[in-house]
Structures are given as structure tokens and as C-alpha cells.
């Protein structure tokens, strides 16, 4: 039977935009997984996604499902005969399959004879799956927050208010969520607020289109960068468009309209940080900047109507964004009336955790703890003494309490205006970064002890509360704390410990609080599981990883170094296979041998030709090998040890390592030991997979 095309439709009230573009994706996994199970053939998959609608269009679905054959097996052969009669095992295999005892088959297999079943299963027309199909599908999708509407038990993001399930030029009942599914789609809430009528799958987007509605999600977004870019070269000017803002503004629309507002520019005398965040977080704006690279005092939006009027809607914005700037004006002024000084004493009446004091004793903590990793950093201790004791300040201004979104970054504008020095301003602007993934590490000295002192010290102090992310929940946002420390230590470049710098966490601690169970194990396991992500998402084998991190972790940047030798000496040096399974061997025989206590090696009590060759190959790369170590030059201590794999091949080949007399036996276990305690300098080379 020839495949035709199949679309599927939900409307719906408006979906949020941050679920839109994960429901696309788990859309079509979710379809596709259930046509494979439901042993529907079927061609390209293509999801439709906007505020009011998640569509499906499949290209080339088969109109019959395959034939397929299923073997039951039941028991074995000496289980359902005694005597030969049936056993009850026998009997209840048959009654599950349908058949009478003597209708069963005798089934060979690896363990011996067995009864089975052969069921056919006809093939089935899919029009008779294709509603319970929809159903599972739309029930299937992942959503954060569900709800109920009217008296009915299902549930969704939103309210669902028409079905649509068509398959080639036939309309299918489906009825769910209370509803039939009709012939017909809607098109824009306001330009075209009736029926569409879709005739055919496959016109589907051209029939909205025509009733104002671009359904395609990555289409649309297309669409809005190029208005946007478009209206923005008309001004002269560049619009400020990160993909967060504009994925956002993606799933608000489904007729876009780029517009542009303006506003006074006796308003560009507040911080650019300022206008930027109410312009994009609080009010979805684009902002834009001048040839010169400044902001300028105009913007762009985008409207979901095309209005007859558009003066009217740009006016509207205009004044519903001058309000946000006249609140951020007056905070301006009004938090530079005061100084961050005279803010500290009050910061011992904001919270900062249950069991962990104020704000004010995070403060004194920083204020002891930012010095002493400065030193690791070679960061000017005063100044990050000075930055810390005033970091936290601007939590209590006016701006930030409006925008919390901008904590730090008010606070260096007003460290700057108190007059202290550009180093501490500096400092407690980049305290927070990096914020996400894509933001980037302070990038002052000072700003960078100050941000892991910062992390430091609620990482410890929750660890020790016992407040430890499991599974995906991490309310606090203790992962993010962890991976920012690994990057400022990686992207920054600076070898440090981290038991040392938990240590200096546990330290500011020591002198205020009085905290529950030591927590630097399981916070340093915390990282090593933080530092492995990294390294994966960099693109390093997870097996290269565990040998890495077996042996060294504790230093992230030293651990990076490693990881970088290890991987081009396994992807570069031919002999580094056999060195590797070579080497695995001699590790996995001392493992085995590991109770009994080697003696001291004394090579003149090596007997045959192949361990003097070997020790003699060994002695003369020791030294080289020990400086590489000593200088990090990893890599080099790779190549160099790769010169023993040709003696270690030949000592196993010609030596019997475990040999009846003891005292040879200790030296050659002695031998390997040394050997292997210079490759364990590097990586645990019995980490590696595939390998020996």
C-alpha cells in the first residue's frame, strides 16, 4: 500500500517560550519512538511549534503496519513433561498463548530444548492506530508544569482547545482532552481568528501562512533576526541580540512585526547595564548601539499583529519602557546618596542561610577568606580584602532591590563613585561570573579571588548544612558555584588545590560557626564529578578521563595538562596501543600479587638477559623522565617512556615474573613496580578501554 502523509495538530492556549523548543524536539523523538513500536513504516518527521499550536507533519507514513512474527518461549522441555504428562508450568504456558498443550513447538536452543510459540501478527491499516497514537503522543510530552481545566482529568500546559488529525486527504475522529478532532486548523487570534481549513498535509504551513501564522519554529526565528537586522540598519545602529532574547521572543509570536520605539536620552546617563536589563529581561526589547558602539536611545520589539496603526503600538511601548526608566533613574540617584559603606552595618539583618548566619556574616568570612586565596592567585590581598568587605553592599540599594539581576555590577558603579580604587570596583562587578555557561570569568586577579572565595564559602557552608544537589535538583545552585571555581581555574590558567582552598572555606567557617558533619570528601568528590563534565563536553574519551582523574584532579589546571598529553600521545604515537596494554598487564599483576610487601630492587640480583635489559632501558630514562614531571612537560615523559615498550614486551615474553624462588620473584614484582609507580605519575594507564 503506497505511504501518505499524516499531520497531527493540538491547539492551544499560549504556551510558554522557554518550553517551546524542548517540545519540538521530545515531540518528534516521542512520535518517532511510537511508530517504531507500533511497527509503522515512516519518512521525515517535521515539528511545527508556536505560541498556540505543537503540529506534526510525517512524510511517507506506511497506511499498514508490517506483518510480524513473535516467538514466545516457555519452559524447558525436562520442566513441562513428568512422565510424560504436563506439568502446570506447561499447561499456563499454553493458556497464555491461546493454544492446547500438544499445539506447542519444540524450540532448540544454546540451553538445550524448550516449548514455543509462533504468533503472526497480520498486518493492521494504521487508521485504526493512528488516534490512540495522537493520544499517547500528546500525553507523552515533557512539560513542567501541568494543570487541569474544566471537570475533566487530563492534563497539559495549557488548556487545549482543537484536534486536528489528518492522513493523506481523510479526516480521522480523534477525540481526546473532551474534543473531536476536525478538518481544519485556526489561524491568528486576531487577524484570522476563524477555521483554516487544511485540505492536505503537506499544506499545511502555506494555509497558515496565509491566515497570518508562521508555524515553523526555526522559520519564524529566521524571520525575526532578519526584520530586526533589517530595521536596525535603517537607524545605523547594531542591534544588542543574544540567542536567549531571541528564542524568547521566537515563541511569543506567530505573526511577527518589527518595530521601533525610543526614549529621552537624558536617560543614557544611567549605567548601559541598567537600560540593557530593562530592555531585554524586564520588557523583551532589543537595545541597540550606535556606529560608536554606545547605546542609543531607540530600540526594536517585536508585535504579534500587524496593527493598523502602528504609531499607536510603538507609543504604547514608549511609555510603558519610560516608566521602567524613570523607576531605574530615580534609584540611580537616589542609592548614590548614600555609600556602600554605610550600607555593611545593615547587611546583618538580610539572611543568607538558615544556619549559616546574615549577609553580614558572609561578609566577615569573605573578608578573611578573600586574602588568603588571593595569595594562590597572586591578586593583591588589601584589594581583595577592600572588595570583599563591600561586596555585598549593593543588595540593599534601591537599583538592585528593583533589578536584582543587577547585584555586583551596581555595586562597582557605586564602589567607583565612593572613590575607591578601579582594582576593588573592578572586583566586586566580576564577583558573580561567571553566571551561566556562556558567560565569561572575571577577568581581574582580584575579581577572580573574590569570586571563588565567594563560591568557597557557600559551598562549604551548605555542604556542611547537608544540602547536597541530588539527582536533577539543585535549588541552591551548587553546581553552577563548583563549575565556576573549575573555570576560573582552567580559563584563568591558575594551578591550585582545591582541598586547599576547601580547607580555606572550612577556615572562615571555623571561627563563627559551629557546623555539622566534615564535609570536604564529599565535596571534593562534588568537583571531580563537576571537573569530568567539563572534560567531556571539551570532547576528551571518558576513559582517558578516569585515568586522569584516578591519579590527579585535585589541581584542575594540572589535571587539563595531563589529559591534553595523554590524549595526543594515544591519538599520535604508534607505539602507544601496545605500551598502553603493556602496561595495564603489569598493573593487573601487581594488583594480584598486591598483599605481599616488595622488597627493596637490587639489580644485581636479576638473573636473566630480558629484566637486565629492561632495567638497564629504565635507568637510563629515569632521570629524563623524572625532570618531565618535575617541569609538567607531560607529554615529553610520555614519548620518553614510550621507549620501554619494546624491553617491557620482551621481559614478558622471556621472564617468568611469578617464579617458585621468592627472592627473584620480589625483585622482578620490584622491577614493575618502579615502572609502573612513573607511568602512575601521569595517568592509571588500567583506566583505558580497549586497551590489552
Known sequence: MKP??????????????????????????????????????????????????????????????????????GPALERAFVNGKATPA???????????????????T??????????????????????????????????????????????????????????ADQCLSWQAFGLQSEAHSFGHRVHHSGPVPVVQPQTYAQALLQAQVRAHWQERRAYIARELQRLAHELDCTPVLGDALLDEVTGLCEWPVALAGGFAEEYLRIPEEVLITVMIQHQRYVPLRDRQGKLAARYLFIANLESRDAQVVIHGNN???????????????QDRKSSLVAWISDLDQVSFQDGLGSIGDKVRRLQNLAPRVAAMLSADPED????????????????????????????????????????????????????????????????????????????????????????????????????????????????????????????????????????????????????????????FAADQIAAILAVAGDDPLDAQHRLESLSTFLASD???????????????????????????????????????????????????????LKDRNYHHALVTLASLRDPVDRFFAEVMVLCEDRALRGQRLALLQALQGAFLQIADFSQLQGRG
Open 4 to 73: 501518505h502523509p499524516l499531520l497531527l495538530e493540538i491547539g492551544c492556549e499560549e504556551l510558554p517560550a522557554a518550553e517551546q523548543q524542548q517540545l519540538q524536539q521530545s515531540a518528534v523523538e516521542i512520535m518517532a519512538r511510537l511508530l517504531d513500536e507500533s511497527g509503522i513504516e515512516y519518512g521525515e518527521i517535521l515539528p511545527y511549534v508556536s505560541p498556540r499550536r505543537i503540529a506534526l507533519l510525517i512524510h511517507e507514513l506506511a497506511s499498514a503496519t508490517r506483518a510480524e512474527e513473535e516467538l514466545r518461549r
Open 90 to 108: 506447561a499447561e499456563g504456558f499454553a493458556r497464555s498463548c491461546g493454544v492446547a498443550v500438544s499445539d506447542l513447538q519444540r524450540l532448540e
Open 110 to 167: 544454546e540451553k538445550g530444548v524448550v516449548l514455543a510459540w509462533r504468533i503472526q501478527h497480520p498486518s493492521r491499516p494504521v487508521t485504526a492506530l493512528l488516534p490512540d497514537l495522537a493520544t499517547r503522543w500528546v500525553e507523552s510530552l515533557p512539560l513542567r508544569k501541568r494543570m487541569r481545566w474544566g471537570k475533566r482529568e487530563e492534563s497539559f500546559s495549557r488548556p487545549i482547545r482543537w484536534l486536528l488529525l489528518r492522513f
Open 319 to 333: 511609555r510603558v519602557l519610560r516608566a521602567r526608566l524613570a523607576d531605574a533613574a530615580f534609584f540611580w540617584d
Open 384 to 539: 581583595c580584602r577592600r572588595a570583599a568587605q563591600l561586596c555585598k553592599s549593593d543588595l540593599l540599594s534601591g537599583m538592585v532591590g528593583e533589578f536584582p539581576e543587577l547585584q555586583g555590577i551596581m555595586g562597582a558603579y557605586y564602589a567607583g563613585h565612593d572613590g575607591e580604587s578601579a582594582a576593588v570596583a573592578q572586583a566586586i562587578g566580576e564577583q558573580y561570573r561567571p553566571v551561566g555557561r556562556d558567560d565569561a570569568i572575571p577577568a581581574s586577579p582580584a575579581g577572580q579571588a573574590l569570586a571563588l572565595a565567594d563560591r568557597i564559602d557557600t559551598l562549604y557552608g551548605f555542604f556542611a548544612l547537608g544540602k547536597i544537589p541530588t539527582g536533577d535538583r539543585d535549588p541552591f545552585a551548587l553546581r553552577r558555584a563548583a563549575l565556576g571555581i573549575l573555570r576560573i581555574a582552567l580559563e584563568g590558567e591558575h594551578s591550585f588545590s582545591l582541598a586547599a582552598l576547601t580547607q580555606m572555606g572550612r577556615g572562615a567557617y571555623a571561627a563563627t560557626l559551629l557546623l555539622g558533619a566534615e564535609p570536604s570528601a564529599k565535596l571534593g568528590e562534588f568537583f571531580q564529578d563537576r571537573l569530568r563534565v567539563i572534560f567531556r563536553e571539551e570532547g
Open 574 to 628: 604508534p607505539r602507544a596501543d601496545d605500551l598502553a596494554a603493556l602496561i595495564k598487564r603489569v598493573s593487573n599483576l601487581l594488583r594480584k600479587e598486591g598483599s605481599q610487601e616488595t622488597p627493596d630492587l637490587r639489580p644485581d640480583l636479576l638473573l636473566e638477559a630480558a629484566e637486565k635489559a629492561l632495567w638497564n632501558a629504565w635507568t637510563a630514562i629515569a632521570k629524563t623522565v623524572e625532570d618531565d
